[in-house]
């Protein structure tokens, strides 16, 4: 079974936390709403995968103020590719609290849409089962 080392960034703004909305045919959630991030590449530091994820999911224009490592978790997901095709793998998941100067987001094709939401709204929605953990143990849900 492969392995990944994923980086996932919990980013507030006001008060207000970033979710995304999953595209429906790929990813390890497919049409649930996530934190962004992903894995990371050889030769790359957590800081820079951490920078790099932000940029390739949610554009040039957003600018993280703050990084600041909160948690690690690991499990095993099945990942859905754009072709239907499915592999299991083991992740590990490294989780940072971050903090955004503004909210200027451009949305990639992993993505249907995004939403900042506040934390008395996040169990209206359907959270994937590792953002609703990592909500449940920041004391959120």
Do not use: H
Not at 16 to 36: H, I, N, T
């Amino acid at each position: 079974m492969r392995q990944r080392i994923i980086v996932c960034p919990i980013i507030e703004n006001n008060g207000e936390y970033l979710l995304c909305k999953m595209a429906d045919d790929r990813g390890v959630f497919p049409g649930q709403w996530a934190l962004s991030g992903g894995g990371m590449e050889p030769g790359e530091t957590i800081e820079q995968a951490l920078r790099r994820e932000i940029r390739e999911e949610l554009g040039e224009a957003l600018q993280i103020t703050q990084m600041t490592p909160w948690t690690f978790r690991d499990d095993v997901r099945t990942k859905t590719y754009p072709d239907g095709t499915q592999e299991s793998i083991y992740m590990l998941y490294l989780i940072f609290d971050c903090v955004s100067a503004n909210r200027q987001i451009t949305v990639n094709e992993e993505f249907q849409e995004v939403a900042w939401v506040r934390p008395d709204k996040l169990g209206e929605l359907d959270l994937n089962e590792a953002t609703r953990i990592t909500f449940a143990q920041k004391g959120m849900l």
